[in-house]
């Protein structure tokens, strides 16, 4: 089961397409982020940029912490919708580089 979860504190379990589009749709700079996540260390992420989106992923540990820089919402959203429906598809879509923690 995957986990929604927003900036503003909003939470939902086992979202369906339409409401991964709304939550995705509400980003701000003051609602900057949304997650959706299997687990602690398996998940993806959005955060709101000034001219784009931060999109990263995690697969297990520190190693498998990725990210990519995307320039619009739908395609944030089509990566969302695929990730929780584990269609890996979307992933080639996005050029990738490890993230630094």
Do not use: C
């Not at 709304?22 to 900057?32: C, F, P, S, Y």
């Not at 992420?45 to 498998?64: C, I, M, N, S, Y």
């Not at 584990?86 to 996005?94: A, E, L």
């Amino acid at each position: 089961m995957m986990t929604l979860i927003a900036a503003d504190g909003a939470r939902t379990e086992d979202p369906d397409p339409a409401t991964i589009a709304t939550a995705l749709r509400a980003l701000t700079i003051e609602n900057w982020f949304v997650i959706l996540e299997e687990n602690d260390d398996t998940f993806m992420q959005v955060a709101v940029k000034p001219d784009w989106f931060a999109l990263e992923r995690r697969a297990g540990g520190d190693e498998t912490h990725v990210g990519a820089e995307v320039a619009t919402i739908d395609e944030i959203i089509e990566a969302f919708q695929a990730y929780a429906r584990q269609d890996p598809d979307w992933i080639s879509r996005f050029t990738w580089a490890r993230v630094r923690l």
